[in-house]
């Protein structure tokens, strides 16, 4: 049973011509430590003679496994019950979050020995109710070190370390893990210093204590103070060494560890991927490639974070010609890579290549974990195939609420609001917990479908029902859908809601009230809107522009040169505009202004004649109304990528 072969442990109960107590407990033990909770009470229910022992291992086993009726009516038919039965009462109410039940069983207990009182104290310390804590504490008549650091810690935890080093002080006997407590109460306090002095004086030391030591002092920036404290550590390991040069790097100092990570004699291939990891985090990328390309053995989690890493650092090209690499050389590819992966594909987008991702993770048997498919749903629907995307999200045997923001936001992304609200209310049927970014997708939705009533409702649904505080966001999105519409007077009332609810307004949303000005030609709003974005984006062409097409909409043209001639002050220049596109396997980028791509000539060419046919096709429908897009003289640049 403990190696956890419960089909060999069955055959040699079932063949035991004789069997005694002892036996029939070891069984129903053993089935609780397996989770085969059902033959547990299955068998203790043929029991004909229980014993105490039966009766607590079958009532700390359904507390384990949640079943606290079942456990209840097992207690209650007891007719002995020793102080063992009652803690497993006391541990199993705490186990699963009913405190005050657990309280009221301690109150009624007979009979209560250190370990109850341990039980409760740490309880109500855990569900955050310290002042009753105390006084149980106080009320204890033995105690042990088990009561005394509890109570230490949680004092700590608080930040009443003064009350805390009282108790310190006041206990008879001290072990290791209660002078632990004290000092790692200090650190969390901010008083490194003194915790310092209470290490240098402990009368004994384990790893734990070096290590939280050091912790604290790279905490608070003294890290040659930490590295000399880790050299005098009498044992040192690679797993030690990880976690302080993990420290290191998470509190921002990625240079300094990796000079020690240099001299230091402890690396492995969990120390390298820290190191790599560090450099990803900050944007330096080359010296992670370095040490990445240094490594004489790389594990999964090595290429994973360097995949990831990479895709975070805008490079998702480059992290898939890794990911390429690893298929062809390196370990097998788990769930994280095919996720890190597939949002590549998502953010490129590629759908090519995304669906060769598809192919190979459901040849490598990922294709029913949550997380994979998710970014399967998401990469369909970012790449613009939303028939693929509704497919695989069909084909899900589990589905999350992540599942159902990528399906609900896809089809919002796309326009379709009609499938896109159908599928929030399939998502609340599922009984699964929307939260804020499914209301992100329904308002986007609404928004781009122009549902205003549609719009207001599922804001008020959000705040009133679900409990859903707004964001910038949700916010957005109102104003975006109220503007759309015209109603220029209500989205205004929106942004003041925003300021009442302490929103500094962001460009986003003042980015969303132009473009409803810009269509509504309201520039009175529109000047207002412009303005207060350009105060944090003094460089965004594209509001000058939108400013300047105003005026002259409305015959500014005086307001309209000064807009143009305050962009030439500032030297801001427009963006040239950008498209790509996929064929055979390469994608290519293209930038309006420039000629240098190899087949600049033939493109130019059909575009011309595209151009021609569109406008032969307009003078026969006489639609002598409808603007043409000219093709830019000075052409267009590519360049191709092969992912193949």
């Given at each position: 049973m403990r190696d956890g072969s419960v089909e060999e442990a069955q055959k040699l109960f079932d063949k035991m011509p004789h069997r005694n107590t002892v036996t029939w407990n070891a069984m129903i033990r053993g089935y609780f430590q397996n989770r085969h909770v059902q033959d547990a009470v299955y068998l203790f229910n043929r029991m004909t003679d229980h014993d105490v022992f039966s009766y607590n291992t079958v009532i700390a086993g359904l507390m384990q496994c949640g079943d606290v009726d079942g456990a209840r009516k097992v207690f209650d038919g007891m007719n002995f019950t020793d102080v063992v039965t009652w803690n497993s009462m006391v541990s199993g109410y705490i186990r699963n979050g009913m405190i005050g039940e657990a309280v009221q069983v301690f109150d009624g207990m007979p009979l209560k020995d250190v370990v109850s009182w341990n039980l409760v104290v740490g309880g109500l310390v855990n569900n955050e109710e310290l002042d009753l804590a105390e006084k149980y504490f106080k009320r204890m008549i033995v105690r042990d070190l088990a009561s005394w650091t509890i109570m230490i810690s949680a004092f700590s935890s608080v930040g009443r370390v003064v009350e805390a080093r009282e108790l310190f002080d006041e206990m008879p006997v001290r072990d290791v893990q209660a002078w632990n407590a004290m000092m790692v109460g200090y650190i969390e306090n901010g008083y490194v210093e003194i915790a310092e002095g209470l290490l240098h004086k402990m009368p004994k030391r384990d790893l734990d204590s070096w290590a939280q030591m050091v912790n604290g002092l790279v905490r608070i920036e003294r890290v040659n103070d930490a590295m000399k404290l880790f050299m005098e550590m009498p044992e040192k390991c690679p797993k030690t060494w990880n976690s302080i040069l993990l420290k290191l790097i998470r509190n921002g100092f990625t240079r300094e560890a990796h000079a020690v990570f240099?001299?230091?004699?402890?690396?492995?291939?969990?120390?390298?991927?820290?190191?790599?990891?560090?450099?990803?985090?900050?944007?330096?990328?080359?010296?992670?490639?370095?040490?990445?390309?240094?490594?004489?053995?790389?594990?999964?989690?090595?290429?994973?974070?360097?995949?990831?890493?990479?895709?975070?650092?805008?490079?998702?090209?480059?992290?898939?010609?890794?990911?390429?690499?690893?298929?062809?050389?390196?370990?097998?590819?788990?769930?994280?890579?095919?996720?890190?992966?597939?949002?590549?594909?998502?953010?490129?987008?590629?759908?090519?290549?995304?669906?060769?991702?598809?192919?190979?993770?459901?040849?490598?048997?990922?294709?029913?974990?949550?997380?994979?498919?998710?970014?399967?749903?998401?990469?369909?629907?970012?790449?613009g195939n939303m028939d693929?995307?509704?497919?695989?999200?069909?084909?899900?045997?589990?589905?999350?609420?992540?599942?159902?923001?990528?399906?609900?936001?896809?089809?919002?992304?796309?326009?379709?609001?009609?499938?896109?609200?159908?599928?929030?209310?399939?998502?609340?049927?599922?009984?699964?917990?929307?939260?804020?970014?499914?209301?992100?997708?329904?308002?986007?939705?609404?928004?781009?479908?122009?549902?205003?009533?549609?719009?207001?409702?599922?804001?008020?649904?959000?705040?009133?029902?679900?409990?859903?505080?707004?964001?910038?966001?949700?916010?957005?999105?109102?104003?975006?859908?109220?503007?759309?519409?015209?109603?220029?007077?209500?989205?205004?009332?929106?942004?003041?809601?925003?300021?009442?609810?302490?929103?500094?307004?962001?460009?986003?949303?003042?980015?969303?009230?132009?473009?409803?000005?810009?269509?509504?030609?309201?520039?009175?709003?529109?000047?207002?809107?412009?303005?207060?974005?350009?105060?944090?984006?003094?460089?965004?062409s594209g509001v000058y522009l939108i400013l300047a097409e105003m005026y002259l909409a409305s015959g500014r043209r005086e307001d309209a040169g000064r807009i143009w001639a305050r962009m030439k002050e500032k030297g801001v220049k427009k963006q040239p505009g950008c498209s790509w596109i996929e064929v055979n396997s390469i994608g290519y980028v293209f930038l309006s202004g420039d000629k240098s791509h190899p087949k600049f000539r033939r493109i130019h060419f059909v575009l011309g004649l595209l151009h021609t046919e569109i406008e032969a096709e307009i003078s026969k429908s006489n639609a002598a109304s409808f603007q043409l897009v000219q093709v830019p003289p000075d052409g267009f640049y590519g360049r191709g990528i092969d992912f193949s």
């Open positions: 240099e001299k230091n004699p402890y690396k492995n291939v969990v120390s390298w991927t820290n190191m790599i990891v560090g450099y990803l985090g900050t944007g330096e990328v080359g010296s992670a490639i370095e040490l990445f390309e240094s490594m004489e053995t790389r594990d999964t989690a090595t290429w994973n974070a360097t995949i990831f890493g990479l895709s975070e650092n805008d490079l998702g090209e480059e992290g898939l010609k890794l990911f390429i690499r690893m298929k062809e050389s390196g370990p097998s590819p788990d769930k994280s890579t095919f996720t890190s992966v597939l949002t590549i594909c998502s953010d490129l987008p590629t759908l090519q290549l995304g669906r060769q991702t598809h192919a190979l993770s459901v040849k490598s048997g990922f294709d029913n974990i949550i997380a994979v498919s998710n970014a399967m749903v998401t990469m369909y629907a970012r790449c693929l995307a509704l497919l695989e999200f069909s084909s899900m045997q589990n589905r999350d609420v992540i599942s159902w923001n990528s399906i609900i936001c896809g089809f919002a992304h796309h326009g379709n609001a009609e499938v896109a609200l159908e599928m929030f209310e399939q998502m609340r049927s599922a009984d699964v917990q929307p939260n804020h970014i499914t209301f992100v997708g329904v308002l986007s939705a609404c928004s781009h479908a122009g549902l205003v009533d549609e719009g207001r409702y599922y804001f008020d649904m959000m705040k009133c029902k679900y409990f859903v505080q707004p964001t910038i966001e949700h916010y957005t999105c109102i104003v975006d859908l109220l503007g759309r519409y015209g109603l220029i007077d209500e989205a205004i009332s929106f942004l003041d809601q925003m300021r009442a609810h302490g929103f500094e307004i962001p460009a986003s949303v003042w980015g969303a009230l132009l473009g409803a000005c810009r269509i509504h030609k309201n520039v009175e709003v529109g000047e207002i809107a412009g303005e207060r974005i350009l105060d944090v984006e003094p460089g965004n």
